[in-house]
Structure formats: C-alpha cells, structure tokens
C-alpha cells in the first residue's frame, strides 16, 4: 500500500467515523461525495461549518471574554498580557460542551520566549488527567521526534493544542468546539511570537490553517500563517499517533523535520549552533 493509499485510507475512515459519530456537519462539494460513495477518495474534507456551528461557536467563543467575528487576531476584547493569563482564562473556561466532561484543562506548556510552537489536535486520556500536553505514548514519541533535532519543551519550544479540553472518547474536536477555543489558541501565538509552527496531525493542520486539504498534501511544506500584523510559517506533518500506529510513515515525519530543522537554522543563529553542539547536523 502506497503513502497515498494509506493516507487515503485513514481519511476515509476518519471522515466515516465523523459521519457516524456526528462529530462533524459536513456538507462535501457534490464530486468529493460522489468519490466519498465510490471510497475512492482521500476526501479532503472541504467542509463547510454549518450556520448553526458558526453562530454556537461565536456565541460561546463571547462567552469565554473574546469578542467574536474575527480570526484576525485584532478584534478579541480579551487582551491577555501573560500566557499565565490565557491558562487561568482556558483552566476556568465553560464555552464549549468540552467543559462538562473535562477532568483537566490543557492550556499548553514551554518557555515564554519559544523558537517553535508545537500544536496538536486536542487532549487525550493522559493529558486530560494531568492537565499537560503530550505526555503519553504519542507525547512521548513527540519528545523523541523533537529532540532529534535540538527542540525541547523545556528549552525552546511550547506545546499546545487547537482544543485544550479532552474531547470524549479520543473523538475529534466537532467544528464549534474549535471555534470557541481558536480565540485562546490565537491569543498564545501573539504572545508567543515563535519563528516557527510545527503542526501535528489533519485535524490540527486544517484547523489552524482554514482548509479542507489533506494531511498528504500539506505535509513538509511552509504555508504562512497570518494572524494581526504578524506572518509565521507553519509546517503540518504527522501527528505522532499515526507514526505509532503505522511507523512506515516514521521516514516521511522525519524528511519534514529535517526540512524544519534546516529552515530554522536559517533563522537562528543560536538554535544553528545548537545543532552542531548536539551533534545532530
Ligand atoms: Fe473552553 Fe476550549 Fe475547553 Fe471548550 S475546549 S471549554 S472553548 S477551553
């Protein structure tokens, strides 16, 4: 089975699996539903938010303290002056479903200064009973990855995810859940200022990024993020989860690190020199 095929694979199931669930309200353009009958797509899930999404997650996002209408990151009413400020605004948050079901807010942990900003799809079982991103299996295997070439949660990187509370069942985050939580995931790159994003995983990718494309096609390349004044480019690769669970796709998450590696390099001097002390050019 090729790349493509496999990648076509797990989306298909994961948008089936979205179908069943009722996780999402998708509405796929008339040819990805014909592909989506026939299973022959990779189904890029150009999805369209229904209204009543759009209008819950506004809602609720307003009652988190940010204004809503805007993903520009120039129109919140909450304007947070520390990342200690956003996690005590995410640890006390009700604005969406995920609240009631939480054991733990997952704000986010790393330096305040970061060179990258690591950012995942949501919480699992482990995160959600510790209240910290990435710490089982996937997490650690995360850690691994990312030590590979010179990023450390504790030296230079902050890890968070689009949705900082568990969704039930490992589910994907549903679209207004997204919604009322981007404002706080926004808030924590303006603050944050990292030269660089690595993104794990479809969901997290299309979600920051606002598009339908698949993993496959996203994956090792920079697409800047704009968010306010400020551009950042952002890498999507492989969530570690998919690595675990087929370690074929180990070799390709490792192709776009080295990309990483090597563009960031080429904006810091010091993470350059850090590679060669490390030892891992
Ligand atoms: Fe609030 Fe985000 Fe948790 Fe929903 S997932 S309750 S928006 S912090």
Redesign the pocket.
């Given at each position: 089975m090729t790349i493509e095929d496999k990648t076509a694979l797990t989306s298909f199931l994961n948008l089936a699996g979205d179908y069943i669930k009722g996780g999402y309200k998708v509405t796929p353009p008339p040819d990805i539903q014909e592909q989506y009958q026939e299973g022959l797509s990779s189904l890029p899930l150009a999805y369209q938010i229904d209204e009543d999404d759009e209008e819950a997650g506004e809602s609720?996002s307003a009652e988190?303290g940010f204004a809503t209408g805007s993903t520009s990151g120039s129109n919140h009413s909450f304007i947070p002056s520390s990342i200690e400020d956003i996690a005590a605004a995410?640890n006390t948050?009700?604005?969406?479903g995920?609240?009631a079901t939480?054991k733990n807010?997952v704000p986010g942990e790393g330096v305040k200064n970061p060179l990258v900003m690591v950012i995942g799809e949501g919480p699992g079982a482990d995160e959600d009973s510790l209240g910290r991103p990435f710490v089982g299996k996937a997490g650690q295997l995360l850690d691994r990855m990312l030590a590979a070439i010179s990023l450390y949660r504790d030296k230079n990187c902050f890890i968070t995810n689009t949705?900082?509370?568990r969704p039930p069942e490992n589910r994907n985050p549903e679209p207004g859940?997204m919604a009322?939580?981007y404002p706080?995931l926004e808030q924590q790159i303006l603050l944050l200022k990292p030269s660089l994003i690595l993104c794990v995983g479809r969901v997290a990718a299309q979600d920051l990024l606002k598009t339908g494309t698949g993993i496959n096609a996203l994956r090792g390349k920079f697409i800047d993020l704009k968010i306010g004044e400020i551009i950042i480019p952002v890498m999507p690769t492989f969530h570690p989860s998919a690595l675990l669970w087929d370690s074929s796709l180990k070799s390709y998450a490792w192709d776009d690190l080295r990309l990483f590696r090597t563009r960031l390099a080429s904006i810091s001097e010091e993470y350059a020199s850090s590679i060669g002390k490390d030892g891992k050019n």
């Open positions: 609720l988190a995410i948050c009700k604005a969406c995920l609240a939480r807010a949705v900082k509370c859940e009322a939580c706080f």
